[in-house]
Structure formats: C-alpha cells, structure tokens
C-alpha cells in the first residue's frame, strides 16, 4: 500500500516563529488532507488538498502532486497551535468507491510561550 | 456547520464483552468510514461503508468486528468480543458523494475513547 512519511517527527518553536512540515508520499493520490489533533483527540480538518494551495489564516498548505509531496506551513505561531499534524492520503489505484485515508505518524509540534 | 457525532465520549468495557460505537454522519454524505487511534500512535483505516454494504475494509477489520447503518442517522460499530489491544480512540468519519468532481473530503467526528480492562 501506499506509504506517508512526515518530517520532522517532534518540533519546539517560540511563539511566534514560522514552521513548515512535510509530508511525503510513495504514490499517485486523489485525497490528500491535513489535520491537527488537539489535547484532547479532536481530528479537526485544516485542508483538502490534493493539488495546488491553499490558505486559511496563519496557516497554508502546498502539494505538489507530480513530486509526491505536501508542505504545511504555520505562521506567527500561538500556543493553541500546539498538538500533532497528521497528513492523510487517499491512494489513487486503490480501487476506487469509499478509499480509507492511510495517515502519516504525525509532526508533534510544541509552541513554548 | 455540519459536524459528525459519536457516542458515547468514554467507554470502560471487560475483556469479552461487546460493545457499540454509534456514529451520527453529516445528513447529506453517503460514504461512512471508522479509524481507530492506539494511545500515541498513527490513525489507522478500518472500514468503509457504502449504500448498505461495506466498500473496502483493511487487516484490522476482522470478524470480530461489522458495522451497520440501522436506520436513516446511525451509523455504528460493533466488536463482538473485546480484547485489551482492542483499547483506542475509535473515530467515525463520512464524506459527500464522489459524484461531485471526485470531492471526497472526510470530515471526522470527535471520537469514542475505548478502555478494555
């Protein structure tokens, strides 16, 4: 099946730095999404993005589809931004019909006052 | 906005006994999923469910495990016979019809804590 590699795997940032995460992946996807997990285990949806940009606020996210990577970057960070990231993807080939989304291990980000 | 509902938040069941997970997906979306979340690592896919019948299903789905949608809201989760390494976050997640321009964004309910003893 398809592989997800996130990098860095752990992050300590002051608040207000900038930070980009990486999200690799081993195949052709129709579905790549961002999350971040809250302290309390909330998946809440950052972005649908399979292809291109997009922003939200502080936050934007880059796949460049031919390359097998997306990008999410943070800016002025907070502390509520503190949790991990999760990069999740649909494989392409799968079949098609209802695919489940295979998940990366996740960026743990920690914003320090 | 829309959102996916799960209940119950917390469930502490013993070792062989049953459980069920109940979901309540997002009104207009026909493509039902559950995940589940081992305390500190990645989310994992356990099943898909489409027009009454399961879609696509991974290693974990075992027979210990079916889903069913028993009336027009619930969508549920059942495992039959509970083991400790059955303890996790159990997340249910549905996405609109893959008609509209192959837009199938999973949107994910805020999960069932699940505890074997």
């Not at chain 2, 009336?71 to 996405?95: H, P, Q, V």
């Amino acid at each position: 099946g398809i592989q997800v590699e996130q990098s860095p795997p752990d992050l300590i940032l002051q608040e207000g730095a900038n930070s980009t995460l990486r999200c690799n992946f081993s195949d052709s996807v129709n579905n790549l999404q961002w999350f971040h997990q809250n302290p309390w285990g909330q998946l809440i949806n950052l972005f649908y993005i399979p292809s291109g940009t997009k922003q939200n606020g502080r936050l934007s996210a880059t796949t460049v589809a031919t390359e097998r990577y997306s990008l999410l970057y943070i800016s002025s960070s907070q502390t509520t931004d503190s949790g991990v990231y999760f990069c999740a993807v649909d494989d392409k080939y799968s079949g098609g019909g209802a695919d489940g989304l295979t998940f990366g291990k996740g960026t743990h980000l920690i914003i320090q006052p | 906005e829309p959102e996916v509902t799960q209940t119950p938040s917390h469930q502490v069941t013993q070792m062989g006994q049953e459980v069920i997970l109940r979901c309540v997906p997002i009104s207009n979306h026909l493509y039902f999923y559950w995940y589940r979340q081992i305390l500190g690592q990645k989310v994992e896919f356990l099943v898909s469910f489409y027009n009454n019948e399961i879609s696509e299903k991974s290693e974990i789905f075992d027979d210990q495990f079916s889903v069913e949608r028993p009336d027009g809201s619930n969508f549920t989760l059942k495992i039959r016979s509970t083991k400790l390494e059955d303890s996790a976050m159990y997340f249910c997640a549905s996405s609109p019809t893959l008609a509209v321009i192959s837009y199938n964004e999973q949107f994910f309910g805020p999960g069932t804590r699940l505890t074997v003893l």
